[in-house]
């Protein structure tokens, strides 16, 4: 019996000292996981700091962008909300336009407007390096359009559905032939919330493409750093003449006695009559359609803000500095375009929608380049002064579509189509 007993004491100050090891050996998992997390803070405020610094002085250090992807890799190659790369320094140098919702994608900067499910606007950089054969990595026949992405809220995430039927294309802000250096930076622009918006569909293929052929083709070409923003805004498009209130032919009758009250004391008290007053100026009012059952808004029209700067040197493949660059020029030269979202006729030009960029600060509630002193014009000139603001033809963009269409054909047969059309029109192509 004593041993029996003796056995169970031992068994029980096993377990004793069994529970006692688990417990130090949670407690030290705690207090690793405390310290991993702690650590795991100051490597972010540390990056945070070296980020601020960053923008300051312009320029972000590969090793930092380098440092950020090896300590948050999951959301590295979708989206961040902080910046990742020396490309994104580079495009907040001058400012952002908002702080609302912005992601920071491999080629681009979004600002997501959660209500309207499209984008607030986007900013991207072009230069000629990006359009050489070499860079141009990704294929489109490989991304698609999506909603459903991580940083995007489910609750306010647009979906392909909203377009299907709509009668308005999916129009990109940033192009997706802008961006081929990279299959990941090609995809991120088909993310619906953060770079497309309902845009009709001739306009589309039509007027804003030559627009995007524009910047890409013939600024490039000119100056060294094409920065560019582009983005919807929601213009006044209903009004309605002023109500003109007829003159008496003779003396108006006496208005009414006002109406009067009981007070607490049980005398009437009169209510002074509060008078009408008919409007003097036009009614005006915003209004845009909404498709599909997320309510995705159609803006009455679109922007496009460029800002270039001068090509410093006299070739993209010289390394010698132009002489002749004009010491007293502007710094910069900015351009800002605001387009209709409807079908533009053949003859109009983009001179015919260029405007103030303040006009579009007001219409957006934006505010473009913030750091940038544009009221200097020693600094910022107008670009469309400084090169000929004109785009293709329709008939040029014709021929230019075909080399595309060739691209994007799935089969044999829709490449034969295509290039049956070139042999019926007589197009030589080079």
């Known amino acids: 019996m004593q041993a029996a007993l003796q056995e169970a004491n031992d068994k029980i100050k096993t377990c004793q000292e069994e529970v006692v090891n688990m417990q130090e050996s949670h407690n030290h998992k705690l207090q690793s996981e405390e310290k991993l997390s702690r650590e795991l803070a100051m490597a972010r405020d540390k990056l945070t700091n070296e980020l601020e610094i960053a923008r300051e002085h312009g320029q972000l250090h590969e090793a930092t962008a380098s440092k950020i992807q090896q300590l948050f890799p999951e959301t590295y190659k979708i989206a961040d909300d902080v910046p990742r790369s020396s490309l ?24 997501s407007d959660h209500q309207k499910r499209i984008p607030n606007w986007v900013i991207q950089k072009l230069n000629l390096s990006d359009f050489l054969e070499e860079n141009m990595v990704g294929n489109r026949k490989h991304s698609h359009f999506t909603g459903k992405v991580e940083h995007i809220p489910t609750e306010f995430q647009a979906d392909n559905k909203d377009y299907l039927g709509s009668g308005w ?104 009559r509060r008078p009408y007053y008919y409007p003097r100026k036009p009614r005006k009012w915003v209004k845009y359609q909404v498709i599909g059952d997320n309510n995705v808004a159609v803006p009455t029209h679109l922007f496009k803000i460029v800002l270039v700067h001068p090509r410093l040197q006299s070739s993209p493949s010289s390394s010698a500095p132009d002489t002749n660059v004009d010491k007293e020029a502007p710094e910069f030269y900015v351009g800002a375009f605001l387009i209709p979202n409807e079908k533009i006729p053949r003859d109009h030009d983009l001179v015919d929608y260029e405007v103030p960029l303040e006009q579009i600060e007001k219409h957006t509630g934006l505010r473009f380049f913030p750091k940038l002193d544009r009221h200097n014009m020693k600094r910022v000139g107008s670009l469309c002064q400084r090169t000929i603001c004109n785009l293709m033809t329709e008939d040029q963009l014709d021929i230019w579509n075909l080399s595309r269409r060739i691209e994007w054909a799935k089969n044999q047969a829709e490449v034969n189509k295509v290039l049956a059309e070139i042999e019926r029109k007589g197009i030589e192509m080079e």
Do not use: C
């Open 88 to 111: 994104h320094v580079d495009l907040s140098q001058f400012g952002l336009p908002s702080e609302e919702h912005i992601h920071f994608y491999p080629s681009f900067i979004s600002s």
């Open 169 to 272: 294309s999916r129009g990109h802000m940033v192009p997706a032939g802008d961006t081929r250096r990279s299959q990941e930076a090609l995809d991120a622009t088909f993310h619906l919330n953060s770079n497309i918006v309902p845009q009709h569909f001739h306009n589309n293929m039509h007027f804003w493409y030559r627009l995007e052929v524009f910047v890409k083709d013939t600024l490039t070409k000119q100056f060294s750093d094409v920065y560019v923003i582009s983005g919807p805004a929601f213009l006044p498009t209903e009004f309605e003449k002023p109500v003109e209130q007829p003159e008496p032919e003779s003396p108006p009758p006496p208005p009414p006695p006002a109406p009067s009250s009981p007070s607490e004391d049980g005398k009437e008290v009169t209510v002074a």
